[in-house]
């Protein structure tokens, strides 16, 4: 990629969105092995990953500004449009089954080598996490964020959902989410450089249609925590522990 494009330079960023010419398409290097901030990040085999989710201009007819973030889950592509019925399109991985969403957001904040804090449902489940629980799990390598966080908000509600990096870019072209937006961690660094707060985000409906609203799955069922009661009732009777509580607000943390 040409490094004129990579930085905070806005000229370079506007000019990277606007321009359809910008050399994005058919380069192995676009996904070398990269040094970022001290860490290496992996090269991607890229005979290994379907040319469709690989990082291209592309015919994009669309009304919306140059600029503008569309998210696609049916194709599992995201199009930066960049003017002129053109876009600069990337693979992404979507929500799995039970955890899509559609709506509109604005990137309120980006972030380089993101911290995460696993959930403590999830921690419950593994407990190899135990160690982030409250404190999180430093930027790296391994970190199920990847490289760069593009932090969401819809009318100035967070409800957990991110574009980020991911380790693991074999999972591109799938829904293997816990509904965030995942990109191949070169592709979501260059994202990053492409775009800056307030950028808006829309995420087309399953079937590939403008959203009408938020529509986000609906709160999981929680599981209550047992209570112990005094008893000499020797009838065995189910555990407290599979009472169901319904969570009050869908907030779905990020993968």
């Given at each position: 990629m040409d490094p004129s494009l990579m930085g905070t330079n806005p000229a370079a960023q506007s000019a990277a969105m606007t321009?359809?010419?910008?050399?994005?398409?058919?380069?192995?290097?676009?996904?070398?092995a990269v040094e970022d901030e001290g860490k290496v990040v992996p090269a991607i085999p890229v005979a290994e990953v379907p040319a469709?989710?690989?990082?291209?201009?592309?015919?994009?007819?669309?009304?919306?500004?140059?600029?503008?973030?569309?998210?696609?889950?049916?194709?599992?592509?995201?199009?930066?449009?960049?003017?002129?019925?053109?876009?600069?399109?990337?693979?992404?991985?979507?929500?799995?089954?039970?955890?899509?969403?559609?709506?509109?957001?604005d990137i309120v904040g980006r972030t380089t080598w993101p911290k995460?804090?696993?959930?403590?449902?999830?921690?419950?489940?593994?407990?190899?996490?135990?160690?982030y629980r409250d404190v999180g799990q430093p930027g790296g390598l391994t970190n199920p964020l990847?490289?760069?966080?593009?932090?969401?908000?819809?009318?100035?509600?967070?409800?957990?959902?991110?574009?980020?990096?991911?380790?693991?870019?074999?999972?591109?072209?799938?829904?293997?989410s816990s509904g965030c937006i995942r990109m191949m961690n070169q592709d979501v660094m260059d994202l990053y450089t492409r775009v800056a707060?307030?950028?808006?985000?829309?995420?087309?409906?399953?079937?590939?249609?403008?959203?009408?609203?938020?529509?986000?799955?609906?709160?999981?069922?929680?599981?209550?925590?047992?209570v112990a009661v005094a008893s000499t009732d020797t009838t065995t009777t189910e555990p407290a522990s599979d009472a169901i509580v319904e969570m009050p607000i869908p907030v779905h943390h990020p993968d």
């Open positions: 321009d359809p010419n910008v050399p994005v398409d058919g380069d192995v290097a676009h996904y070398a469709d989710y690989q990082r291209q201009v592309v015919d994009y007819p669309t009304d919306k500004p140059a600029g503008t973030i569309i998210i696609d889950p049916s194709t599992k592509h995201l199009y930066l449009v960049a003017g002129a019925n053109k876009a600069l399109r990337y693979g992404i991985s979507v929500g799995r089954a039970g955890f899509g969403w559609s709506g509109e957001a995460w804090t696993p959930p403590h449902e999830m921690i419950d489940r593994r407990p190899e996490l135990e160690k990847g490289a760069r966080a593009l932090y969401l908000k819809t009318d100035g509600v967070d409800y957990g959902y991110r574009i980020h990096g991911t380790p693991e870019w074999e999972t591109i072209g799938h829904n293997a707060d307030g950028t808006h985000v829309i995420v087309l409906t399953d079937d590939g249609q403008f959203p009408t609203g938020l529509h986000v799955p609906p709160p999981a069922p929680k599981k209550a925590k047992p």
